[in-house]
């Protein structure tokens, strides 16, 4: 064993990194980080425990803190990677379906439609939440803004996707359109396609979530919560409106 860092604890024994040999206990190592996790090549490994002489209480401990470990590493970075969210993203069918809808909507595989073959609509409402990306400002009109990312399904004249970002004041009752998209301005397809936010940075759209804090009885945060509406529409016979996802993201200018 060539042994290239040793860590003496008070319950474990002596744990030792070497690089790539097996230990006549059966333990193996990968050199490189001098706080790898302790494993049976069996397992998933990097680094060897040259376990106390007869201690089976160490065998024990060292599965133990094995297992806490990685509790922990998948902890933080979950946290992490939610934290760095760049756009709030919806699958179609996981969406609200209004009421009026529930006899007219169709789900396949996520997607939504107008079921049947007759004129109809269908409108679905998804809940946005005040994520890291929804709360960072934009504030550049020359570089950057916010718009929808929609995959869509508008075959003609006969079918149309319109999807609004809508804002409830809490305080005033009153509820605004912040961000549109419109199918129509997309050339007809037959399949689904991505309209991708090309024609332009779109607005200075800020969230102003009504989560707080208070001070004693003045709000000392946000005003709204903020939605989204996305309505199919076949107008005549022959369209085949359909929906996939929404997602809103920031745009930058190139």
């Given at each position: 064993m060539i042994?290239i860092?040793?860590?003496?604890t008070?319950?474990?024994?002596?744990?030792?990194?070497?690089?790539?040999s097996?230990?006549?206990?059966?333990?193996?190592?990968i050199?490189?980080n001098p706080?790898?996790?302790?494993?049976?090549?069996k397992?998933?490994?990097?680094?060897?425990?040259?376990?106390?002489?007869?201690?089976?209480?160490g065998?024990?401990?060292?599965?133990?803190?094995?297992?806490?470990?990685?509790?922990?590493?998948?902890?933080?970075?979950?946290?992490t990677l939610a934290?760095?969210?760049?756009?709030?993203?919806?699958?179609?069918?996981?969406?609200?379906?209004d009421?009026s809808?529930?006899?007219?909507?169709?789900?396949?595989?996520?997607a939504?439609?107008?079921?049947?073959?007759?004129?109809?609509?269908?409108?679905?409402?998804?809940?946005?939440?005040?994520?890291?990306?929804?709360?960072?400002?934009?504030?550049?009109?020359c570089?950057?803004?916010?718009?929808?990312?929609?995959?869509?399904?508008?075959?003609?004249?006969?079918?149309?996707?319109?999807?609004?970002?809508?804002?409830?004041?809490?305080?005033?009752?009153?509820t605004?359109?912040?961000?549109?998209?419109n199918?129509?301005?997309?050339p007809?397809?037959?399949?689904?396609?991505?309209?991708?936010?090309?024609?332009?940075?779109?607005p200075?759209?800020?969230?102003s979530f009504?989560?707080g804090?208070f001070?004693?009885?003045?709000?000392?945060?946000?005003d709204?919560?903020?939605?989204?509406?996305?309505t199919?529409?076949?107008?005549?016979?022959?369209?085949?409106?359909?929906?996939?996802?929404?997602?809103?993201?920031?745009?930058?200018?190139?």
């Open positions: 042994a860092g040793v860590l003496k008070p319950h474990l024994g002596t744990i030792v990194r070497k690089r790539g097996v230990a006549p206990d059966g333990w193996t190592g050199a490189g706080h790898a996790f302790l494993s049976h090549p397992r998933a490994t990097s680094c060897v425990l040259r376990r106390r002489k007869n201690s089976k209480e065998d024990r401990m060292n599965c133990r803190l094995n297992r806490r470990m990685l509790l922990w590493s998948s902890f933080w970075l979950g946290m934290g760095t969210a760049s756009a709030q993203t919806w699958v179609a069918s996981t969406g609200t379906v009421p809808s529930l006899t007219t909507c169709a789900f396949t595989d996520g939504a439609s107008v079921r049947g073959t007759s004129p109809g609509k269908v409108v679905l409402r998804f809940n946005i939440l005040p994520t890291a990306e929804m709360l960072t400002n934009v504030t550049q009109p570089c950057e803004g916010r718009a929808l990312w929609v995959r869509f399904v508008d075959n003609g004249s006969g079918a149309q996707v319109v999807v609004n970002v809508k804002r409830y004041n809490i305080i005033t009752g009153k605004t359109t912040i961000l549109s998209f199918s129509n301005n997309y007809p397809q037959p399949t689904f396609q991505n309209a991708t936010p090309n024609q332009g940075l779109g200075l759209v800020n969230f009504a989560e804090p001070n004693g009885s003045t709000n000392e945060g946000g709204s919560v903020y939605y989204i509406e996305a199919l529409i076949r107008s005549a016979a022959g369209g085949t409106p359909a929906l996939a996802s929404v997602s809103i993201v920031r745009t930058l200018a190139p």
